[in-house]
């Protein structure tokens, strides 16, 4: 089952149905996930590097209603190629927050696609409901990560240990202070 497609200035947002991510994690093939969109995928993404895929296919097949939340090509409307993904780590907490995650390819950097593809989640998530606080942890030397979530105002609210990534630092936001500063963007 597809999600609705979400809308930015310039990228699409394209949902991924459970049978799509099982395929791209166990198979290494997108046929499934790329099934009828008009949409490519030369840079391989979710194929080559699996990223999210180990973590939100076990969750997905615990439980297919949580893939709602999850991952989503990012797709460059002007060339219909696909530059990137974004998931959410999971369903609402029982405190009602939702951490994100995003990797765009490198040839795609700087042109701000990643601003734009967290922007147009945070705008669709923010109106689910259960949803009150958006989180995103970095590392302190992923700069331009940093200048993106404090672009949009989020707070420094401490830091974590990630068993893989190390030292990270936890960006928080209301889902209403969301919508009342950036509810139109993104749409």
Known sequence: MYEPLIKTERLD????????????????????????????????VLVAHPGPLRWRVPQVKADPSTNKWFIRFIVLRASSEILGSVSFHGIPDDAGVVEIGIRIEEQFWNNGYAKEALCGMWNWVSRESGVKTLRYTVSPTNIAS??????????????????????????????????????????
């Open 146 to 187: 940093v200048k993106i979530i404090c672009g949009y105002g989020f707070k420094n609210i401490g830091q974590q240990i990630d068993d893989e990534d190390g030292p990270e630092d936890i960006y928080e936001m209301s889902a209403v202070d969301f919508l009342s500063e950036w509810g139109s963007a993104g749409q």
């Open 13 to 44: 947002l394209h949902h991924i149905p459970a049978d799509g991510l099982i395929s791209l994690f166990e198979e290494k093939k997108d046929l499934l996930a790329l099934a009828k969109r008009s949409i490519t995928n030369p840079h391989q």
